[in-house]
């Protein structure tokens, strides 16, 4: 039985978008976080980690101190962790709908976060998340999983695929 839906495409494409669009429809059964860019006067310098229920801090940023390093942004792994972790925590314990924004690159180096989305997928409970479209063994193994529909997210579908997704959220709930 399927139940989990996963977004892929390109970068850019609108897979937050997307997620940001069914938050509403999906309402207080969700919890988790989604991610937004950090712009200063145009320029991305980097991405913000939003729960949920409006806790936030930095994902990654050009002018973080860090080991760990995604193009030009350095991940703050510390304040990733002390605001995903509890959310998803949180969300397995309470919610019936896991919203993971993404499970991508910078995310993936932390290893708490890599066994919560493992704990996540072989619950109960339903993961709504987005997932990188090049994929390393991680993510790759989640995409091959027999309870996952991996929706492709395009300039031509993004605009009716909220709708779409909740109504797969829908009928995967009954």
């Known amino acids: 039985m399927k139940k989990h839906i996963l977004l892929t495409g390109k970068p850019g494409v609108g897979k937050t978008s997307v997620i ?25 310098m980097g991405f913000r980690i939003v729960t949920l ?19 030009k942004y350095r991940v703050d ?9 509890p959310a998803l925590e949180d969300a397995i314990k309470n919610k019936s709908i896991v919203v993971i924004d993404e499970i991508g690159t910078m995310e993936l ?5 890599k066994e919560l989305v493992s704990k996540i997928l072989n619950s109960e409970k339903t993961l709504l998340c987005t997932i990188k479209e090049n994929g390393d063994a991680f993510t790759e193994d989640i995409k091959k999983r027999k309870d996952v529909i991996l929706v ?3 300039y031509e579908n993004r ?3 909220p709708e779409k997704v ?9």
């Open 20 to 44: 940001k669009k069914i938050l509403p429809l999906v309402g207080m059964n969700a919890g988790g976080f989604f991610t937004e860019e950090i712009r200063v006067m145009e320029r991305r």
């Open 53 to 71: 229920d409006g806790t936030d801090g930095i994902l990654a940023h050009s002018e973080c101190n860090s080991n760990y390093k995604v193009g």
């Open 77 to 85: 792994l510390d304040s990733f962790e002390k605001v995903a972790i």
């Open 109 to 113: 180096f932390s290893m708490r976060f």
């Open 152 to 154: 492709t997210v395009n």
């Open 159 to 161: 605009e009716i695929l």
């Open 166 to 174: 909740f109504e797969m959220l829908r009928t995967m709930k009954k």
